[in-house]
């Protein structure tokens, strides 16, 4: 018997250490860097029972289901792409001369800049979440919702009661929501949308026979489309503390935007392939562009996420910082960098660009707020401006780029954004839109205590200690 279970033991450890030689290689030859890839070979082969599943859990960097079902999708897409096409000439803007290398982000997307929009700066909670219901009481054919948190609390069932009122109105519905930012949503939420006819999907990550595992995937946007024709974007999701309810992170600094144009439809798209993702359905919407008389501003609407071909997201920072010449100010809820981007923004300093970056006092996540610290002394050491927001917990994911390039998006400035969540960045060529979110960036900056020279430093080993641990979680953070 004692014969039998040594065999057991001895078989079962052979088995474990053959997956960890299989999994490094794959880490060999699959993982982004190659620190990554000798970090993960090393652990794979040393400590298999460990680095074992979480290599299969956190290790990936490409949403390959994803990226099957966009394939799987190209006839339905592109029949869409047949409709959507004889509109874009009347739409497309021409980038003019000192703007020409922008149209590297438009290659990157595969979208143009738009031009005859409006857009509306929404700063905070309850003035995003105003203009978000009043546009929905206003729909006609169809509603796109899609949230990365909504709890069922004051503002979730404030957005349930909308969504059903409107179904019952007639029009169509859609709700989309990340099954981990809302791992809290109750069934009973869920159940009492979808009786009211609202047609309700989880974005359903680890939905796949070789996705059961990928939970490292998220979807983080938060986007609300209105017939075609307005579109929300930016950092709040739905839930009390985004309307400064929270008592530990209260008052919450938030920003959203709503665009009215053309723009929306490429908002639209972006949410017709997450839709698609998730239910195998390409719906009827409206695709033909509508110019705003009175619409001044160009943008272009950036979809990121880890089933690109290229890390859009971290191009995006990494070319706002090149093409920054006067002023790059970035406002962010975490800073987690990597070499690239955070290489971007020393060598636009160093070339005298005012690069301000803005986060948080208070934290939510803790283990992102410790690995921050690691990144500070570097950029001050290049001239990079640091702040930090001083009154509650600042959420907000906006980018300044000289007088005329804004964005207000879903990005934050880490790695998690750079290269595992699906995010959407409108960028604004506007200096009127421009304007207004330098007025409100300067009011933050006000607002925050500037991150001395020597911070990190003055710290106990404790805390050191713990920033660099927390630094060891990084590609994930």
């Not at 019952?168 to 939420?189: A, I, T």
Request: glycine share 6%; charged share 20%.
């Amino acid at each position: 018997m004692l014969a039998i279970t040594s065999y057991a033991v001895s078989a079962i450890l052979g088995t474990i250490y053959v997956v960890g030689w299989i999994s490094a290689f794959h880490a060999i030859h699959r993982t982004r860097t190659s620190q990554g890839a000798i970090a993960w070979g090393m652990a794979l082969v040393t400590l298999p029972f460990v680095a074992v599943p979480l290599y299969w859990v956190l290790g990936r960097t490409k949403y390959h289901g994803y990226i099957k079902a966009r394939k799987r999708g190209q006839h339905s897409i592109q029949q869409l792409a047949e409709r959507i096409e004889p509109g874009i000439p009347k739409v497309r803007f021409e980038l003019p001369e000192e703007r020409a290398s922008l149209a590297a982000l438009e290659n990157l997307v595969n979208v143009p800049f738009v031009r005859g929009n409006h857009s509306r700066l929404l700063i905070d909670g309850e003035q995003t979440f105003e203009a978000i219901f009043e546009a929905m009481d206003r729909a006609e054919n169809y509603i796109l919702t899609q949230f990365y948190i909504v709890r069922d609390d004051g503002l979730g069932r404030r957005f349930k009661s909308k969504l059903i009122e409107r179904a019952k109105d007639g029009v169509d519905c859609y709700f989309l929501y990340d099954e981990f930012g809302s791992h809290r949503l109750s069934s009973d939420y869920i159940e009492e949308l979808q009786a009211a006819r609202v047609r309700v999907s989880p974005f359903s990550s680890t939905r796949g026979r070789h996705n059961r595992f990928q939970v490292n995937f998220r979807n983080h946007r938060k986007v609300v489309v209105i017939d075609g024709k307005q579109a929300f974007v930016g950092g709040s999701n739905v839930g009390d503390e985004y309307l400064g309810l929270s008592p530990k992170l209260s008052p919450w600094r938030d920003t959203h935007v709503q665009i009215t144009g053309p723009a929306s439809l490429a908002v639209q798209l972006s949410y017709l392939e997450d839709w698609y993702w998730a239910t195998h359905e390409a719906p009827d919407w409206i695709w033909e562009p509508q110019v705003i008389e009175d619409g001044e501003e160009s943008i272009l609407v950036l979809p990121t996420g880890p089933a690109d071909r290229f890390e859009t997201c971290s191009y995006f920072f990494s070319e706002m910082a090149r093409l920054a010449k006067e002023r790059l100010w970035i406002a962010s809820p975490y800073l987690v960098l990597d070499s690239t981007v955070a290489s971007s923004l020393q060598l636009a300093a160093l070339r005298g660009v005012d690069v301000r970056i803005l986060i948080p006092s208070a934290h939510d996540q803790l283990i992102s707020w410790f690995a921050s610290f690691a990144y500070l002394q570097p950029l001050l050491d290049a001239g990079v401006q640091l702040f930090r927001y001083r009154p509650g917990f600042m959420h907000q994911k906006v980018l300044l780029v000289d007088e005329d390039l804004a964005a207000v998006g879903t990005a934050n400035l880490d790695n998690r954004s750079f290269r595992l969540n699906f995010e959407l960045i409108p960028l604004h060529l506007s200096r009127r839109f421009a304007s207004e979110v330098e007025s409100m960036l300067e009011e933050d900056f006000q607002n925050s205590d500037p991150i001395e020279d020597g911070d990190l430093a003055s710290r106990s080993f404790l805390f050191n200690l713990g920033v660099s641990t927390a630094r060891l979680w990084a590609p994930i953070l």
